[in-house]
C-alpha cells in the first residue's frame, strides 16, 4: 500500500462503478486521490463481486449443463480475476491510493479509517468527498429468518458448495426471477413467494403472462399473494417456510434452502454520515439533487446509495454527471439522462425500455402496437429457443419508439438497438427498413414493425 497522506484534493469512499472511474479519471487530470474499501474481497464494487458478473457467470453455465459445483468454481475464479485486475488498474496510477479500512465521518472534511491490516485508525481530509458505498441485501422484520439456519441472501448463497436440493425463494422481483430460473436449469426444485397479488405487475398483462408461462414450464411454483409470516427449521434440517395466500388461509411450504430477495437497503452503517450534516430519504438513501451533490456542497454520491436506478451501468452514468460538472460538459445533471433499458437474465432474457403500452394509454398517447412471437423469427429457431414475444409501442402522431418489452433470446442485446431509436428520436421505419445481418435476432424488428400500419 502507498504511504498515506493527511490530506488528499479527493476521497472516493466504495470501490463501485462510478467511484473507480471517477477516481481514475481525476488521477489523470493530475489530482491526487484515495480510494476507501472496507474488504479486500469487494475491490471493483459490488457487480464485479456479488452481483451482475458471478450471477450472469452462473446463469451462463447453467445453461451450458456445467455442473453446479464446477459452475462455483468458475465464478470464482472469474469473480477473484476481475478484482485483481480493479485493484491493480487503480494501484498502478502513481497519484491514486487505495486504502483497505472502515471509513466514518468526523466532520464534512474529514474522516477517520480504521485500517484493516493493522487496526490502527487514521484520520485524513479532502476537499470533496464522493460517497460510493452501494446497497446491501434487506431482510425484512419476518419471524426465524435471521436465526433460521439454511436461510441465504443472494451474495451468501452464491457461496455455497451445494446445490440446494429444494429452493425457496421469497420475493417476485428481478433477483428473486433470476435465481429462480438459475437454480431450476441446475436441476433445484423452486417455489417463488411473490408478496404482491399479481406477477410482475408493472408489465402489460400479455408480457408478464408470457414469462409466467415460460418459468411455469420449468417447474418453477410461483405463488403470488404470499405474505411471509415465519421461517423455521425441521428437526431433519429442513427449512419451513409459513405464508398466507391471497385468501388468508395460512399455507406452509418445506425446502432445503431458502433464499431472500426482498431488495436491497443502503450501505451507510458505521460511515457517520450524520457528522458531517448529510441528510437521507424516507429509506435511508443518501438525499442529492440532480446533479448528484448532497446538501453538503463539497459531498456527492454515486451509484446506488443515492436511491436512482440500482443499476451499474446508472452508477458511471453518474460518473459522467459529475465529471462534467467538474471540467467542462453537458451531461451535468439527471435531468438529461436520457431513457435506458434493463433486463432480467432468465432464459429467454427480459429487455424493456420507456412506456409500457398501458403506460402509454394513461397518459393520454395515440399508440400503435407491434407484436411478434419469437417462433417467427429463424435465428430463434437456429437457437432452439422460440419462447417469447416482442412487443413494441409506437407514438401514432410522430411514427416515434415509446417503448419496447422484449421477451426472447438475446433480448439484452437487441434492446441497445431500441435505446439508440429511441434516443435519438428516430421514425420507427428507419428500424424497420434497416438492413440488419441474417441470420440475426436484430433482423426481427424487420418483421416486428411491418405488421404496423
Known sequence: MKELKGHYQNIVIGFGKGGKTLAAYLANRGQDVAVIEKSEMMYGGTCINVACIPTKSLITNAEKGIPYSDAIDLKNELTSFLRQKNYDNLDKLPSVTIITGKAKFVSKHEIGIALNQTNEEVQVSADRFFINTGTEPFIPDIEGIVTAKNVFTSTSLMDEAGLPERLIIIGGGFIGLEFADMYAKFGSTVTLLDGG???????????????????????INIITGAKVKSVRNTKNGGVVV??????????????SAVLVA?????????LNVQAAGLKTNAKGFLEVDD????????IWAIGDINGGPQFTYISLDDYRIIRDQLFGGNHTSRATRKDFASSIFITPAYSHIGLREKDAVARG?????AKLSAAAIPRARILNNTEGLLKCVVDAHTNRILGCSLFCVEASEMINTIQVAMNAGLDYRIIRDTIFTHPSMNEAFNDLFTSLR
Open 262 to 270: 426482498t431488495g436491497r437497503k443502503p450501505n451507510l452503517d458505521g
Open 242 to 255: 409459513a405464508f398466507k395466500n391471497t385468501g388468508g388461509t395460512e399455507k406452509e411450504i418445506e425446502g
Open 365 to 369: 398517447y395515440r399508440i400503435k402496437i
Open 197 to 219: 397479488p399479481t406477477f410482475l405487475p408493472r408489465e402489460d398483462a400479455d408480457i408478464a403472462e408470457a414469462i409466467h408461462k415460460v418459468m411455469s414450464e420449468k417447474n
Open 291 to 298: 446533479q448528484l451533490k448532497t446538501n453538503v456542497k463539497n
